[in-house]
């Protein structure tokens, strides 16, 4: 049977200092209830619930209620959980740093962050769209623990990890350095389509070799083999008795040396011209020097000059003789 007890002004229930009050309804499988039909204020400095489940109609649980400073004067506020004999995991805001934070152990020793947090996406605000994943020291983004990541990086918004760029390096028939129509090229014989990679793309070719291919503005300007480079139609190699060689790569193309206004070409030693058996063509406006099988003049040394006239340079001992018998 139900009893009331009514009164007409406050109702106070005091006991002895320290003591308890109880309101016992049965055990919780009894499904007995307290209500309380107005606001609850508990004053002491701990309050404990010892239930199985706890439900909340409030839709915002306030934390840190009656702080009168700019912040949180303890510095941190959040949830705490405990965990037996383990430290307990926190989640929490740091004054110190305007930050959310995960961790374990508590404030009165030193906050452990090495924590996981299990998500399935992650937004950024409209207003200030860009996502800052680190903020301190020389931490790494890193995917330990999944399962061969690179091999995941499929779709062009993946994003890659180093792994996935050497193995992209490696893996693909060239490898290059492009900036608009300006590029470096790396191909390589022994990849599979490398080469062929270079004539699809460029319409040049390696001639069969490995090859470094440096093209500007869509045009080949350098190529470094393993045992030569041709650079703007000039080939720096080594000629059949192992000397370096500077070759024209195209027939009966010529290698002009220019100097700067009145400045001469030079040599610290000889300068060896190889015999030729038939006179070279005269050019217009140029005297051309060249050397043969040495005739009377005894030099073996050459000139055609602009009227096309050719001749021997002489010897000082022939000049001297023919001075004297003619």
Known sequence: MSEYLQTNGDYNIKTQEGGIVKLDVGPPSSGGQVIVTANLVVQGDTLTVEAENLDVNDNIIRLNVGETGAGVSLRYAGLQIERGTSDPASFFWDENDDS???????????????????????????????????????????????????????????????????????????????????????????????????????????????????????????????????????????????????????????????????????????????????????????TIQYAKTPGIGDTGLFYRNTNNDTDELISKNKALLFSMIF
């Open 100 to 286: 959310y934070n995960l961790a374990t152990g508590s404030p009165e020793s030193t906050y452990n962050y090495n924590t996981t947090l299990r998500l399935k996406k992650i937004t950024t605000d409209s207003a200030n769209p860009d996502l800052e994943l680190i903020g301190y020291g020389d931490g790494v983004i890193t995917v330990t623990g999944t399962n061969n990541y690179e091999n995941q990086v499929t779709d062009d918004d993946d994003i890659p990890n180093k792994k996935y760029v050497d193995d992209s390096i490696r893996d693909n028939p060239t490898f290059q350095i492009i900036d608009d129509n300006s590029r470096v090229i790396v191909t390589d014989k022994e990849v599979s389509g490398s080469l062929q990679y270079l004539i699809d793309n460029t319409g040049y070719s390696t001639f069969g070799e490995s090859a470094i291919s440096v093209l500007i503005d869509n045009t080949l300007n350098t190529q470094f083999f393993a045992n030569r480079a041709l650079i703007q139609g000039l080939e720096f190699n080594q000629n059949e008795a192992g000397s370096p060689a500077i070759t024209v790569n195209n027939t009966n193309d010529s290698i002009f040396l220019q100097t700067n206004g009145t400045g001469k070409v030079r040599t610290n030693y000889a300068l060896q011209l190889e015999q030729i058996a038939l006179d070279p063509a005269s050019i217009s406006g140029s």
